[in-house]
């Protein structure tokens, strides 16, 4: 390699030459981000010439004895360091990143999973733990996986998130157990992909006759055709259609069965609908919305199904134009 090294280079080079076993503990330390782009380097890496690993050892060497201090330093010493050297309130964020966090590591690999099924991994436990959980997660991907836990028990997690601050040993015994499920269940599996999901979303993006493509993977297999159409046509897509596309929506569905599926629904698709809706008519669904008071999922579920089946329906004879995925924009 010629030139002046990267860091990333130069720790590539460190992983290469400790072995295989070292080099995996190190790997399982690293967030999912880290670890792609570290991995990405390494197995671009040949040939490399003798003073390149000298230099990237040489330069891990020194940083590690600036890095590393006492051996066996207790946290009260490195608390009265730390104070002195960086102030009390980034001293503390430091050291709880240092102690308590053997979890840590674990929950890296949890990254690999999909949202979807980390939140049924934890959708049967209370509602503490979740939030310890989800504590530990990167913010994106907790984001993710709080939206796909149901979403009447979606604020009473997120409230107790935000009231953690220390976690007692106990509760964090717990949570270990809990990623210690999820891991040995990760791998009794092979990789999973959302595949029916996936398929909808290139249909909805694919050019020219998307109907004609459909009805070729009809000839297929209807079955999973039929749920590639539903995924297609998800209740979430009225939040980006048109003012005229969702005029024509209320006038063909009632308002009785509007009621029912915005229960629960993203603000998004609920300010979309009532926006359109003449403001008296408006007034007047919301108190009918009110008064409806608590619906089952289920009910909730099949009313949104239908209303979807009458997007599609109207879309499929030319009266409506449907947009299915959100597009970039350009200021």
Known sequence: MGGTMTPVEQAAIVMLSIGEEPAAAVLRC????ELLELTQVMSRMSGIKVDSVKTALQCFFDDYRQQSGLHGA???YLKR??????????ANSVLNNIYGDAIRPKMARLQWATPKWLAERIAREHVRM???FLSFLPSALAGQVIEALPAESRDRVLINVARLSEIDHELLHELEELVDRCLEAMGSQSATVEGIRQAAE????LPGDRARMVELLRAHDPAVVAEIEVSMYDFFILSRQTEATLQRLIEVVPLEQWAIALKGAEPAIRDAVLQTMPRRQAQGFED?????????????KQAREEIMAQ?????EAGEVDVQLF?????E
Do not use: W
Request: no cysteine; aromatic share 0%; net charge positive.
């Open 30 to 33: 690293l967030s999912r981000e």
């Open 74 to 76: 207790s946290r009260s």
């Open 81 to 90: 360091s730390l104070d002195l050297a960086l102030g009390s309130e980034i």
């Open 130 to 132: 979740q939030a310890v």
């Open 202 to 205: 290139i249909l909805n993006r």
């Open 288 to 300: 009918m919305m009110r008064r409806s008071g608590p619906v089952p999922m289920s009910r909730v």
């Open 311 to 315: 997007v599609k329906a109207l879309a």
């Open 326 to 330: 959100a597009e970039a924009v350009v």
